[in-house]
């Protein structure tokens, strides 16, 4: 009878080691699930905010360059006035310094989306991380020359 009992406790304790793994299954299944939609909602979220601070920094880009060419307009106008002020020389001096400056970082930044859309083309379908990193490229040049002066 010992033999009957050892193995009947044996099975009942194999049932319960059973229950035990499905249970530890299940829980570990329900993190994972739970991982994935956190991944997902962290994908949107970083998706949504860097969309926002795109299209944020494109406006002010576009911003600059209209002053720019409103300074360009506003400069021809007070050169065609013929007793203009010598104050005007010294301060249209200081704003074509500043518009040079942003002019060569316009270039700079177009030199690098043509750099990054290379990079892109080359990067493949396979490689998508490097690709959105290649094409945020010239979004990060654009911000350069709003924000860096």
């Not at 290379?118 to 379908?125: C, D, L, P, R, V």
């Amino acid at each position: 009878m010992k033999a009957e009992d050892a193995a009947e406790k044996l099975k009942v304790k194999a049932v319960d080691a059973k229950d035990t793994v499905i249970d530890v299954k299940d829980n570990i299944t329900d993190k994972l699930t739970e991982l994935d939609r956190m991944l997902e909602d962290s994908v949107t979220e970083y998706n949504d905010t860097y969309t926002l601070m795109n299209d944020k920094g494109v406006k002010l880009f576009v911003e600059r360059s209209r002053a720019v060419d409103s300074i360009s307009f506003v400069e021809g106008f007070v050169n065609s006035i013929a007793n203009k002020p010598k104050a005007f020389a010294a301060d249209f001096e200081e704003i074509m310094s500043n518009r040079k400056q942003f002019t060569e970082a316009c270039d700079f930044a177009e030199r690098e989306l043509m750099n990054a859309r290379k990079a892109a083309a080359g990067a493949g379908a396979g490689l998508a991380a490097g690709a959105s990193v290649a094409f945020m490229a010239p979004t990060a040049a654009m911000f350069c020359v709003t924000v860096g002066e």
